[in-house]
Nanobody
Framework: QVQLVESGGGLVQPGESVRLSCVTSISMFTLTSMGWYRQAPGKQREFVAGMWVGGETNYADSAKGRFTISRDNGKDTMFLEMNDLKPDDTAVYYC????????????WGQGTQVTVSS
């Protein structure tokens, strides 16, 4: 069973930055896709950013220019750097991974809360 563990969430003010981390229990080279989703209260879970094993990335329109997805293969860790945060970014952020070429992977973390408020 693949385990994903997120960390790095918290309460921040508008305009500030946060970096989320996701540690995998297996080598990231065995995972075809990895990414981040988020779910705000009363809303459906939505795609934020993703990365194929080869390094190609994809971003939701809401994340382009402000969020950056990256990975450290040596530490089996994926990151989401979020800058210029807005109250609309408030959500539980989930790490996702899969062995297929799909942005809807079969493995999920437990989520980490990010709250943007003054």
């Amino acid at each position: 069973q693949v385990q994903l563990v997120e960390s790095g969430g918290g309460l921040v003010q508008p305009g500030e930055s946060v970096r989320l981390s996701c540690v995998t229990s297996i080598s990231m080279f065995t995972l075809t896709s990895m990414g981040w989703y988020r779910q705000a209260p009363g809303k459906q879970r939505e795609f934020v950013a993703g990365m194929w094993v080869g390094g190609e990335t994809n971003y939701a329109d809401s994340a382009k220019g402000r969020f950056t997805i990256s990975r450290d293969n040596g530490k089996d860790t994926m990151f989401l750097e979020m800058n210029d945060l807005k109250p609309d970014d408030t959500a539980v952020y989930y790490c996702m991974a899969g062995r297929r070429k799909s942005w809807m992977g079969e493995y999920w973390g437990q989520g980490t809360q990010v709250t943007v408020s003054s």
